[in-house]
């Protein structure tokens, strides 16, 4: 699930490989469109700081991370406030997670038991940073609409897809910005809404800058994540993705 | 008449011994099979009561259905005092249960953390039963793994471990622990992902105060006082928490061991059967052939009452010997599988989640032996009532013309 992937990691190219001119100049095919809507990081580079507001039943609050992302493989977050959490980083390189922990000084990885866990206590789980399936690949998709600038598109799983979403419907603006993501179990049920909205630009790209996540089980709850920066293309050097540089 | 009846009975020393030896063959055969269930049974009632429902188990009414670390019991510290209070509880423990990340950078696996107070739990469960290697908890810092879960990660005595979860804050909770012992607890789920630790390091580690998911007791006297017990702690309680007995809690469990008393209320029957039937048919010949003999102690002044007397005291004897027998057999038997005990061969088998080693021990009771025993004699002497009622009812003059 890459929509998380996008935000988090910031590299936002949400309004794809285009340009704001691109994106007028013809209709955007649906595969397009899901290419926008799942990530456009592959192949760029980006550093971040975003904000993540977690809300349960039992507790809110609210963390500051910067994240630096390489392409859709390589990524480390690292919490910078609240206090109580500070340095805590997870590091993503392919299909491996770490997390590090500075009042232990420890690093420990992730087991494939563990992924579908939540994420620092939010509502995604470590398998929604690291997967990086494509919604074109594992789904059959058709168009259900086009009202107002907004193409509906509903995707259905393919019957041997290793996905554990049974349809997926995604709402994104002809520029190729999302709107929302409707993520139902294979009983058709719906499990959780993801919403986009707040579009800025950042480095001369439109990208939605919040995003929430609401699973649909747990009214009232959510996972709110807004991006306050985001550069592109930085440049980064091979150890800013290992585990020496979590513990930094 | 007592030496009359035990000369009587050697008579026929073949018949008698044959009687003798089936009855004492049942029993050596019954009382050790009642002691390999009964160590079944030990096994499963440790696992499934001692180390987790106890005899009677307060929690808060949600924790059963959803198991959330949220769902604690309020005000558990008076509660604990209290019970200790009640004249019917034995022993109290309280526990705190968690999920988290355990090992190391290198290897790590999702865990059961079960927060333990280390005194009061070793009051409740066999402590020093379940830790297969090293020893139980002595101080803050340290941590047992489930023998299963410590080879998953490559852990040894003395490793020092991570955990790292989600505390109740939703913060992330985070410690590091020594490896005190490895458990062998026969509950195949702990023993593969449980990881116990002292429960002030499981509260710190999880950021929940002094909160509990559940109280402990076991009754004084056993398994017999379980009601009493409960009906105590509810009225103590009130409604403030879910109380539930072993029974209530664990209904498959109590299933089983109902299940397992069946088997052995067969066993004793087949017993009855034994001992029944070879004392009728010993003593139904013997007063037949004797048929001339009674007549003439009948002829000559012995009362039909002192003749039953007799039958009964000879039927009496016969069990009292294959008893004896029995017990003796029985007995060396149970030596041998209580201390020894029967290795089958197969390695550790896992039945209904519990783990049995492969050398199953039998559990010795006096019940064993006195319910076989006990039964064999009743019966042998219900047995020889009907011989010994035919016996009293002959007509000296007719018995003694029989040939």
């Known amino acids: ?248 | 008449m007592v030496g009359l009846a035990w000369r009587n009975i050697w008579r026929q020393t073949r018949r008698s011994l044959i009687t003798i030896s089936a009855m004492a063959f049942g029993a050596a055969v019954c009382m050790p099979m009642m002691a390999f269930m009964d160590g079944v049974y030990a096994t499963m009632f440790d696992v499934a009561v001692t180390q987790q429902t106890g005899h009677v188990r307060v929690e808060h009414p949600d924790y059963p259905k959803t198991n959330s670390m949220f769902d604690t019991l309020d005000g558990a510290g008076d509660a604990l005092k209290s019970l200790e209070a009640l004249p019917g509880a034995s022993a109290v423990t309280w526990r705190a249960y968690g999920a988290g990340l355990l090992g190391s950078d290198q290897k790590s696996t999702g865990a059961v953390l079960v927060g333990v107070d280390p005194i009061r739990e070793s009051t409740v469960a066999n402590t020093d039963a379940i830790v297969k290697q090293g020893t139980w908890l002595t101080e803050p810092g340290q941590i047992l793994l489930g023998h299963r879960l410590a080879t998953d990660i490559d852990a040894e005595l003395g490793s020092e471990v991570v955990i790292m979860t989600q505390a109740a804050d939703g913060s992330i909770g985070a410690g590091t622990y020594t490896v005190a012992g490895l458990v062998r607890s026969g509950n195949i789920m702990r023993d593969t992902q449980g990881a116990w630790l002292s429960l002030t390091d499981l509260q710190e580690l999880l950021y929940l105060d002094d909160r509990v998911h559940e109280l402990v007791l076991l009754a004084d006297g056993g398994r017999d006082n379980v009601d009493a017990l409960a009906a105590a702690v509810k009225a103590e309680i009130g409604d403030k928490a879910l109380v539930r007995s072993w029974v209530e809690a664990n209904p498959q469990m109590a299933e089983m061991l109902k299940l397992g008393q069946q088997q052995s209320a067969i066993l004793l029957l087949i017993i009855f059967f034994l001992a029944g039937f070879g004392v009728l048919n010993t003593m139904l010949m013997s007063v037949f052939e004797r048929t001339k003999e009674l007549g003439v102690m009948m002829a000559l002044g012995t009362r039909p009452s002192a003749v039953v007397r007799l039958i009964l005291m000879e039927g009496f004897f016969l069990s009292v010997i294959g008893a004896i027998a029995g017990a003796i057999m029985g007995g060396m038997i149970d030596y041998w599988l209580c201390t020894t005990g029967l290795t089958l061969g197969y390695g550790e088998m896992e039945f209904s989640g519990v783990v049995f080693p492969d050398t199953m021990k039998g559990v010795f009771h006096i019940d064993q032996v006195t319910s076989v025993i006990g039964s064999m004699m009743v019966i042998s002497v219900l047995a020889a009532l009907w011989p010994a009622w035919r016996a009293s009812r002959l007509q000296p003059v007719d018995a003694m013309r029989s040939t």
Request: aromatic share 8%.
């Open chain 1, 1 to 248: 699930m890459n929509g998380m992937q996008m935000v988090v990691f910031g590299a936002l190219a949400v309004a794809g490989m285009g340009t704001p001119a691109q994106s007028t100049a013809a209709e955007p095919t649906i595969e397009e469109l899901l290419d926008a809507t799942d990530d456009v990081n592959r192949g760029e580079s980006s550093k971040s700081t975003v904000t993540m507001q977690v809300k349960t039943k039992r507790y809110e609050r609210t963390m500051t991370m910067n994240a630096w992302s390489r392409g859709e493989q390589d990524s480390l977050i690292r919490i910078v406030a609240p206090a109580k959490d500070a340095g805590t980083t997870t590091l993503k390189v392919g299909d491996d997670m770490w997390n590090y922990i500075p009042k232990i000084d420890r690093t420990m990885k992730i087991p494939p038991g563990m992924m579908s866990g939540a994420w620092m206590g939010s509502h995604f789980s470590n398998d929604d940073l690291v997967k990086s399936n494509r919604l074109a690949d594992e789904f059959t998709y058709e168009k259900e609409s086009f009202v107002d600038g907004v193409y509906t598109i509903v995707c259905t799983a393919k019957p041997d897809a290793a996905v554990v979403w049974g349809k997926v419907v995604v709402k994104v603006r002809e520029d190729k910005i999302p709107l929302e993501v409707a993520y139902y179990d294979e009983d058709g049920e719906l499990a959780r809404k993801m919403t986009f909205s707040d579009v800025r630009d950042f480095s001369g790209r439109k990208v939605p800058a919040t995003m929430v996540l609401e699973p649909a089980d747990r009214p009232g709850e959510f996972t709110r994540i807004t991006t306050t920066a985001l550069d592109f293309d930085v440049s980064f050097d091979d150890r800013t993705f290992s585990l020496q540089a979590l513990k930094e």
